[in-house]
């Protein structure tokens, strides 16, 4: 037994209720913990680092819908770009063209979202919302990018206990996705907000979060 049965049930449970999704964040676990839930029904998978995706990927069921979570450098998108389902972490335009130029050559449009910097760390990564609105209103450079998708935005808030401050920073991405929305440039789709792990979920879905992503709570500390 590598996962907590009774925490996917009522994750699951909890995350339905909101209409939002689950996606199982299972780095650094092995594919036997992805298996065992993948046995549940279970097809939505996060991974971080791109040398372990491609290593589980060739290994694991072909209908997982795998997630990439992580910071994802430009040169390796590459390895991902003909099988991942969703890109949640981009974080400058032009990694946002290098995934534009592997769907290109894959012959696919890849669904990516927009990583949102909202914690008061310095160390998460993301765009700023000025930095954000200069993407989506960069017409020409959208128009370009047919062979991707962006679906939506995602973003972590701060590591820490003070709820408040953790809602704040929800609240903070939900108005900037609403706003986002009206924005209507070529090749977007906003209908996915990622935010929420397992220590903040709950805060997230109240906070209008379409997608969590959670880890530790499913498969256990890492
Ligand atoms: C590891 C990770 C998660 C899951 O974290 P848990 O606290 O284990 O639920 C979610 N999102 C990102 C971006 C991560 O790196």
């Known amino acids: 037994m590598y996962i907590s049965t009774e925490n996917y049930t009522r994750i699951c449970e909890e995350v339905g209720k909101r209409n939002a999704q689950l996606v199982a964040v299972s780095k650094t676990k092995p594919v036997e913990a992805i298996q065992e839930l993948y046995g549940l029904g279970h097809r939505d998978f996060g991974e971080n680092y791109v040398q372990e995706l491609v290593e589980k990927q060739a290994r694991l069921p072909q209908d997982i819908r795998w997630h ?19 890109v949640h972490g981009i974080d400058s335009l032009k990694l946002l063209k290098e995934v534009n130029k592997q769907g290109q050559k894959f012959n696919r449009t890849i669904p990516v979202l927009l ?13 700023d919302e000025r930095e954000l609105e200069q993407v989506l209103s960069n017409e020409p450079a ?73 880890g530790s709570l499913l498969f256990g500390s890492r």
């Open 142 to 214: 959208l128009q370009q990018m047919a062979n991707i998708q962006i679906s939506g935005l995602m973003g972590m808030a701060s590591f820490s206990d003070d709820t408040a401050l953790v809602r704040q920073e929800f609240k903070n991405l939900k108005r900037i996705f609403d706003r986002c929305h009206q924005t209507g440039v070529a090749h977007t789709d906003f209908r996915i907000l990622s935010m929420g792990m397992s220590g903040d979920y709950h805060i997230a879905l109240e906070e209008g979060s379409t997608m969590v992503r959670i």
């Open 115 to 127: 990583q949102v910097h909202i914690a008061r760390e310095e160390t998460k990564f993301g765009f």
């Open 68 to 86: 990439f979570i992580g910071h994802l450098q430009t040169n390796k998108v590459k390895y991902i770009a003909p099988f991942v389902h969703l």
